[in-house]
């Protein structure tokens, strides 16, 4: 284990060289990839006041700086702290909280699950749950709710999709929200009936809406709770920034009260819920929050949705599913509000990040962007508006990413978890364009990565593995999926740190280890650089630092 040494002799610091820097901790005897744009690697780093101040060797760090405090890596490799460029930290906090049904492989274990938790709820409560995926099923079709009815006829029980795409919900949730077979499917929505027309309990996309009025909200209190958990998380996982994809007014507001209080966990990129339209306006008019609460929030962008996900077939595509020609999925919001957004948005200095997942969405949020800034004569460094998932592309769309330099915010570890059954989904020929990393790549698109946890786990270096790999933790398959778009372990750990900074404009600011940063630092047990990808995964964070601080030590 790393030990602290605390140096007793103040005048024994500065005897060789002369008067040195006081500092508040430095760091020696370390492996640093420091992510500069040489890909240097240094042994010491000094820090004061929350920020590098000197890297280089053992010898340059100790004969110019002096510290009371000397951290000792013993050779553990070092790395800026990483940056999840996509994920929802309270879902993910409530996640940890709630029914997890990520390990279920069939409907009966979802069943039995719920019937072990009604046994330990009060009657009347709600049951709140994630993580089933019917595609890892032995039957691939949506289940109907029969069997939840049965062992939770005393409760309200509503179960989200792994994607959050589609929740499944018990009879009691169907008639307390007024949900029966003469209900109209909203626009953008869809509510999955049986052949008489009965609704089937599982809803999908903005059909989800109907039924979010009835559910409890958490108290402050509890929110906060949950959002402690999420910040402990992301901070043994060696995660030091965030950039929360799709912020309420509520969230916002206690994001702001622990910002306050200095109890952020980790460093906060809020992107706006665009659904949130009191919000939206609000900001409208009062423009952007960069850089409160010494950096760790920063409100400067705007969440849109252009369609569901794949997984769930709401994901839009320019094509019927393989699986199922009778769908190509769901526009969830309508292209004229996305181009009106994108104008307003370049005109008040907000970015855009908008979900789109099939190749329609895709197109559609492209020639909107492309649109609006063609317009408004804008250069593409000065709005980095991403995509994203930017899942499935047709060929030839990619050109359009690279072009404009729009950023592709893409989570590694989806291509590992829909790799089995993407291609009965889209099909050989569509696949082609399918978590296609290094075609964006070779187009001139930028790449940020994350986790889009809760709906994948938020380990950066489980997406680091999935990225160079593209195999599941078992190997699977030999030699990796479509493995043409592997990353090669420099581009994905750039994609959790400098390129994710550069994705919310803080690139001189963290992603690096760099005179003039924040000391957001990891340390590992292992340099993942020389290693073999599957020793990734049995590579632990040691160490996080954020603003100097150590805030995890295993």
């Not at 500065?14 to 990839?33: A, H, Q, R, Y």
Request: aromatic share 8%; net charge positive.
């Amino acid at each position: 284990m790393i030990k602290l040494i605390l140096m007793i002799a103040g005048s024994f610091l500065f005897f060789s060289c002369g008067v040195k820097e006081n500092v508040d901790l430095i760091l020696i005897n370390g492996n640093i990839l420091t992510m500069d744009s040489a890909s240097s690697r240094a042994e010491a780093v000094a820090v004061r006041n929350g920020k590098i101040i000197g890297v280089g060797t053992n010898d340059q760090i100790r004969n110019n700086f002096a510290s009371m405090r000397i951290e000792d890596l013993k050779g553990k490799t070092v790395l800026p702290g990483f940056i999840d460029a996509h994920l929802h930290l309270l879902s993910l906090g409530r996640f940890l909280q709630r029914l997890n049904l990520k390990s279920t492989r069939s409907y009966q274990d979802v069943v039995d699950s719920v019937r072990n938790r009604a046994a330990m709820t009060p009657k009347k409560r709600w049951i709140q749950g994630r993580g089933w995926d019917q595609n890892l099923w032995p039957e691939k079709d949506f289940p109907t709710n029969e069997k939840l009815n049965s062992v939770s006829a005393d409760h309200y029980v509503v179960l989200r999709r792994v994607d959050g795409h589609a929740v499944l919900v018990n009879n009691n949730v169907l008639k307390i929200a007024g949900i029966h077979s003469n209900t109209p499917d909203p626009e953008g929505g869809k509510i999955v009936r049986d052949r008489g027309g009965n609704p089937t309990g599982v809803l999908i996309d903005n059909a989800e809406n109907m039924i979010l009025p009835f559910i409890p909200r958490a108290s402050r209190e509890e929110d906060t709770e949950s959002l402690n958990l999420a910040f402990r998380h992301c901070q043994a996982l060696g995660i030091t920034s965030v950039h929360d994809a799709g912020v309420e007014t509520d969230l916002l507001a206690l994001y702001h009260d622990l910002g306050k209080r200095e109890r952020l966990g980790v460093r906060i990129y809020a992107m706006l819920e665009w659904t949130d339209r009191q919000l939206i306006n609000r900001f409208y008019e009062s423009g952007p929050e960069i850089g409160l609460f010494s950096d760790f929030l920063t409100v400067r962008s705007i969440k849109m949705y252009v369609d569901g996900a794949l997984g769930s077939r709401g994901a839009a595509l320019l094509s019927p599913y393989t699986d199922e020609p009778s769908t190509s999925g769901l526009i969830v919001t309508p292209t004229d509000e996305i181009y009106a957004t994108a104008r307003r948005a370049l005109k008040l200095g907000f970015q855009l990040c908008t979900h789109a997942i099939g190749d329609s969405g895709n197109r559609l949020i492209l020639n909107a962007y492309n649109s609006a800034m063609s317009e408004s004569k804008c250069f593409a460094d000065s709005v980095r508006w991403r995509i994203e998932h930017a899942q499935v592309v047709h060929p030839a769309d990619f050109f359009i990413f690279g072009k404009n330099r729009f950023i592709a915010s893409m989570q590694p570890t989806h291509c590992t978890s829909d790799m089995a059954w993407a291609e009965s989904r889209l099909g050989a020929e569509r696949l082609k364009g399918a978590y296609a990393w290094q075609t964006l790549k070779q187009n001139g698109a930028r790449l940020c990565l994350g986790s889009d946890a809760p709906v994948e786990s938020p380990s950066p270096l489980w997406g680091i593995y999935s990225a160079v790999t593209r195999q599941d933790h078992d190997g699977q398959p030999a030699g990796g999926w479509r493995a043409g778009q592997r990353l090669t372990v420099m581009q994905a750990i750039r994609g959790y740190t400098i390129d994710a900074a550069y994705a919310a404009f803080e690139e001189k600011k963290k992603g690096s280890v760099e005179k003039g940063k924040y000391a957001d630092l990891a340390v590992l047990s292992r340099d993942i650089t020389q290693i073999q990808p599957a020793e990734i995964l049995k590579t632990e964070v040691l160490m996080t630092m954020i603003n100097g601080k150590i805030v995890f030590r295993k």
